[in-house]
């Protein structure tokens, strides 16, 4: 498996490939399915499989100050397009200077010059170079030109479209389980454990304060049930993954103001993550934000919410 930030990082000596384009923000279970018809043409002439993804994201170059909160990291999206089965990706950095390109620039740059493709598979509703101005026909017509096929997918399941903009929205809805479904498994939220106000650790409920990086996808405020696992750290924890109970919000009963990420590793009070990154996957959604009057009533509560996250869980 190979790894290129960039054309420039492209063996000279590449030959033809099966290519696979798009900014797989989420790798949902529509991706999932372009890149297995990318897979299997790729198998059935001999060839490797590249996926070409792009970053940032095309919308924060293009739509700045209004683009959409990101369901995966760059490397999440590397991590999850090489399980499934491509032989490299190929990770584009996306600038004002190449969205200005246009559609046959781009097929000729891209994929001919440095990717050698002879088969390219994208959603149907696939757009590309500048303003958007080349689609699915586009990019077959560019195909007989350049000696390439150019095959569009549909990106359904059971008759539903799948969009990383439906899942956003079931997200921002606080609807983890109904995101889950669309990207084939758990939303993820990663980032580092950075010291918080340590209230958890005083009631007895000691948590990782998780600071993710801009414009992450994060659910509705509330309390979830889901899994902490320590991904990068000197610790012995590395790899280590552990049922969580999952607070978002703003601490309302402490008068908050800053809206946090805080994960609770079930019946575990001896862990010291600060500084690790780590990942948060949410499970279900187990109620909504509250205040409390007392913080007996608040630590109550919370006992309740692990109860349920153990159950969820197990």
């Not at 760059?74 to 004002?96: I, S």
């Not at 569009?152 to 399941?157: I, M, N, Q």
Request: charged share 25%.
């Amino acid at each position: 498996m190979q790894s290129w930030h960039g054309l420039d990082e492209v063996p000279k000596d590449w030959g033809r490939s099966v290519v696979t384009i798009g900014v797989f923000d989420g790798v949902h279970l529509g991706h999932q399915q372009m890149v297995a018809r990318a897979v299997g043409m790729a198998r059935d002439l001999g060839l490797p499989a590249v996926a070409v993804t792009f970053d940032p994201h095309p919308d924060e170059v293009v739509r700045s100050g209004n683009h959409p909160p990101r369901l995966s990291t760059t490397d999440r999206r590397v991590e999850l397009l090489h399980a499934l089965g491509v032989d490299a990706v190929c990770v584009l950095p996306f600038t004002l200077e190449f969205s200005r390109m246009s559609p046959d620039e781009f097929v000729q740059t891209a994929l001919v010059d440095r990717l050698h493709a002879a088969g390219v598979v994208v959603g149907e509703n696939f757009r590309f170079g500048h303003k958007a101005s080349g689609d699915l026909e586009t990019l077959r017509t560019l195909g007989e030109k350049y000696d390439f096929t150019a095959e569009g997918v549909p990106l359904v399941s059971d008759g539903d479209a799948i969009s990383s903009t439906v899942i956003r929205e079931r997200l921002a809805a606080g609807d983890v389980a109904g995101a889950a479904v669309l990207l084939g498994r758990p939303h993820r939220v990663e980032g580092v454990v950075v010291r918080g106000h340590q209230r958890g650790r005083a009631l007895g409920f000691p948590t990782a304060n998780v600071e993710s990086p801009p414009h992450t996808a994060i659910p509705a405020e509330g309390v979830y049930a889901g899994w902490l696992q320590c991904t990068q750290s000197p610790s012995p924890y590395e790899g280590e993954r552990w049922p969580a109970a999952i607070s978002i919000g703003t601490n309302p009963t402490f008068d908050g103001v800053e809206r946090t990420v805080e994960a609770y590793a079930l019946d575990r009070d001896d862990l010291d993550l600060y500084g690790a990154h780590v990942a948060v996957d949410f499970g279900e959604r187990l109620r909504e934000t509250l205040r409390f009057d007392s913080i007996e009533a608040l630590i109550e509560q919370m006992h309740d919410d692990v109860a349920r996250a153990r159950d969820f869980t197990s």
